[in-house]
Structures are given as C-alpha cells and as structure tokens.
C-alpha cells in the first residue's frame, strides 16, 4: 500500500509510517493487501501491556491511505486507554478495511482479512466497528478464532456501548445541572446507526427532545418516526439550541469552526476521537463551561461487551459493568473540576496510571 522503491535508499527517521508509529508508540502494524479480492487493510496494534489487543475492525471510503493511517493509529491509541480505564485485562489495537461498506463487502474479502489477523497469532482479537455487521465477522471467524461479537454470542456491542454513554451522559447531567435526570433535556445525535439508534431510544424513553441527523436518510427516516425525533440537517445541528451534544458518527466534530457554533453544555457521545486535536479543543472545551465526556471512556460498553465473550462471561455482566461508566465520568468530572485541567487529561492519566502499575507487576523477577 505504500511504495517504497528502493528500500536501501529509504531513511527510516523520514518514513511517514514509522514517523506516526512513534508518534502515537505504537507496537506494530499490519498491511494488508489482496488483489484477487479487492482487500486493503491496516492492522495496528498499540499497546499489550494488560492483554491481548483488542478492537474493532472498520470499513470506510477514505479520501487517501494515509487517511485511513492516521485513522488506525488515533483509533487503537484510544482502545488501549478505553480497554485501561475500564478495568479490563485487554491492551489496544484496530483495524480498517478500505472500501466502500456498502458495495465491497463479500466473503471472501472478510476471510482473507480473518487469514491476516490470525496471523498476528492472538495478539489482535477483532470484532465489528461501523461500516461492519455481525454477520461479516462469521465470515472472518471461519479463518481466526481471534474475533469476538459473533452471532449466538455476544453478539452486537451497540446495545450495550448505548447504554453505557447514556448513563455517563447521566453522569455528565449530574454534575452540570444538578440532576441526573434527561427528561426535557433538548439533545441533540449526531449519527444514528446501530448505537446512535439504541441511544435515541433510551433518551426517548426519558421524555428527552431529541434531534438526529445522519448521511443515511432511509435510516433517518425510521428513527424519527419510530422515535418521534425531529430531522435536522447534516450541517444544522452544530446551531441547535440544545443542552447536550452527542456526536455518535465518525470523530473530530469538535474543533475550530463547530465549537464556535455549537450552544450546549455537556458534550456526550459514543464517537471516538472527538475532539480534533484533544489539547487544543479539550481546553478550549473546558474554558467555554462545557464538560466534555471524554469518549474512550463514555463509549466503553462495546468493548466491554466483547471482554464479556472472551472471558465466558454473561451479558448481565455487559450491562452490569457498562453501569460503571456513570462513576467513571463522574470521577472524571470531578477531579477535572478540582485538578482545573480539561477532562480528557484526566481520563488519559487514569489509563495510564493503570497501564504504568499493571506493566510494573509483569516485569521479570
């Protein structure tokens, strides 16, 4: 996928790919490309300090492949903290597929993918992400035993990382406004697919007023109507009134242009990587008034879920410790407020605090 036309000319100090591997420290990556099937993925694995890495695998049309790089390494950086931070014995890691989710799917595609992951020899487990089913991960695990979130199984994680955002989200309402309660509570989702979905439901359920917007209107169409949410544009709902905005699409909604938009006082959603650039915008959060949940932390369920498949564990304990999320946000919020630095600072040392403590009783005697 990259070209390299004469490796002995290659400066390594200077190669892009090794140059965001340090970056984000990464462990490793995997390319992977197959004409006869039309595959082109990427594999990175981040961190394996508590376990295996685990993480799901996406499909989108990326503008470029150093799109879809940088996409793989913010991603599997922010499974490492999400795995740490939610108590579990997993390390970091995530996959993207390149291609069209909607016309490039077969199965032969997904096995030879499954063929590269079980290469990797268990240090990657995989599941779905957006642009992937349930169904596409049977046809990977007919190659790999290393793949969670399987029909009869756990199943999809959507449920269960909706009802975690939704009770950090809680959370958030607890300590802006002094009730957890989200009845009346104008919200505002962005993205309404298999998560964003279940999290309309739940919102309605509280008497929420809710608006949605997505890219795929016949989708659009049925949560609203379903759920009695109003439709509003792609671009409109950065100028909602609103108290509360979850971004539960794709990442980087809060930046430059829409935070000088957006009228809201929580930011709560089941997107990963939020924030555009987390320094700059996770400050500038803050310093409009605004509690920013920090998303690996907020959308935890899903992987929670998948932590349940591989340990033997019920789906009551899913749920169970996807109810954790509301005291970690809090915790979170509180330390911010009392610490006076941005949320996801604080989230980010809770990790690595962890991953520091639990790499220290894995050294050699």
């Known amino acids: 996928m990259f070209e390299v036309k004469n490796i002995e000319d290659t400066n390594l100090a200077e190669n892009p790919v090794i140059a965001q591997m340090s970056k984000y420290d990464h462990e490793q990556l995997l390319f992977c490309n197959d004409n006869a099937t039309g595959l082109k993925a990427i594999i990175a694995v981040h961190n394996t300090v508590l376990g295996p890495a685990l993480g799901g695998t996406r499909m989108w049309t990326y503008n470029n492949e150093m799109e879809a790089l940088n996409d793989v390494l913010r991603l599997s950086r922010g499974m490492t903290y999400k795995n740490s931070i939610s108590g579990l014995n997993l390390g970091g890691g995530k996959a993207v597929i390149i291609g069209d989710a909607r016309s490039m799917k077969s199965e032969a595609l997904f096995r030879r993918f499954g063929k590269f992951v079980n290469s990797l020899g268990g ?42 955002t939704y009770v950090g989200m809680k959370a958030c309402a607890k300590e802006q406004f002094g009730s957890d309660s989200l009845n ?53 709902i950065y100028d909602i009134d609103m108290d509360i905005y979850a971004p539960c699409a794709l990442g980087a909604t809060v930046n430059d242009e829409t935070l000088s938009r957006l009228k809201c006082s ?100």
């Not at 089913?133 to 994680?157: I, Q």
Request: charged share 20%; hydrophobic share 40%; net charge negative.
């Open 123 to 164: 240090k990657y487990i995989t599941a779905e992400d957006v642009g992937i089913s349930p169904v596409d991960m049977t046809w990977v695990s007919m190659e790999t035993n290393h793949v969670v979130g399987l029909p009869g199984k756990s199943g999809d994680p959507s449920p269960v990382t909706a009802h975690g």
């Open 184 to 236: 009346g509570k104008k919200i505002a989702v962005q993205g309404v697919g298999h998560v964003g979905e279940y999290l309309v439901e739940a919102l309605a359920k509280e008497g929420a007023e809710i608006y949605i917007s997505d890219i795929h209107e016949p989708t659009l169409k049925r949560v609203s109507e379903t759920y009695g949410a109003k439709v509003v544009g792609l671009d409109e």
């Open 266 to 365: 929580i930011i709560a959603g089941a997107a990963n990587n939020q924030l555009q650039n987390e320094i700059i915008h996770g400050q500038a959060v803050m310093e409009r008034g605004m509690i920013y949940a920090p998303d690996f932390a907020l959308n935890a369920g899903g992987v929670i879920n998948c932590y349940s498949e591989v340990k033997g564990l019920s789906s009551e304990w899913a749920m169970g410790k996807a109810e954790e999320i509301y005291g970690t946000i809090s915790n979170i919020v509180k330390r911010s407020v009392a610490e006076n630095v941005p949320t996801y600072q604080i989230a980010n040392k809770m990790a690595e605090e962890r991953i520091a403590s639990i790499g220290k009783v894995k050294l050699p005697l």
